[in-house]
C-alpha cells in the first residue's frame, strides 16, 4: 500500500512558476511508474505528465509541453513538477499517482491505484 502526499501548490500570478511534490511511503517506490493529473472546475481529471521508474521515459500532455518538467527521486522517494510560464487554463487541483509497473507511464486514470490528496493551483490573470 502507497500513500501519496502532494505540497507546493498555491496561488501565482500568470507567467510565474510553481513546483510541486509528492511524496511517497509505504511501498517501493522505484517500482512504480508515476505520473500528475490534475482537475479543474467542472471537467474531468485529465493526466498531465508520467515519468517511468527509470526516469529514462517522460511524457507530457500537448498543453504543457515545453512548460512543466517531471522528474523523481527515488532516494527520496518523490516525484517533482515544474511547473514554468504558467497560464489561468492551468489552474486545477493537481494530483500524483503511482501505478505499479516497470513499463512507461499511460494517460488512463484506471491505470493508477494510488492516488494523493490533491494540492490546488491557481493560476490568476
Known amino acids: 500500500q502507497v500513500q501519496l502526499v502532494e505540497s507546493g501548490g498555491g496561488l501565482v500570478q500568470a507567467g510565474g512558476s510553481l513546483r510541486l511534490s509528492c511524496a511517497a511511503s509505504?511501498?517501493?517506490?522505484?517500482?512504480?511508474?508515476m505520473a500528475w493529473f490534475r482537475q479543474a472546475p467542472g471537467k474531468e481529471r485529465e493526466f498531465v505528465a508520467g515519468?517511468?521508474?527509470?526516469?529514462?521515459?517522460?511524457y507530457y500532455v500537448d498543453s504543457v509541453k515545453g512548460r512543466f518538467t517531471i522528474s523523481r527521486d527515488n532516494v527520496k522517494n518523490t516525484v517533482y513538477l515544474q511547473m514554468n510560464s504558467l497560464k489561468p487554463e492551468d489552474t486545477a487541483v493537481y494530483y500524483c499517482?503511482?501505478?505499479?509497473?516497470?513499463?512507461?507511464?499511460?494517460?488512463?486514470?484506471?491505470?493508477?491505484?494510488?492516488w494523493g490528496q490533491g494540492t490546488q493551483v491557481t493560476v490568476s490573470s
Open positions: 509505504g511501498g517501493t517506490f522505484s517500482r512504480y511508474a
Open positions: 499517482a503511482a501505478e505499479y509497473t516497470r513499463g512507461n507511464p499511460g494517460p488512463s486514470r484506471d491505470k493508477y491505484a494510488y
Open positions: 515519468i517511468s521508474w527509470s526516469e529514462r521515459s517522460a
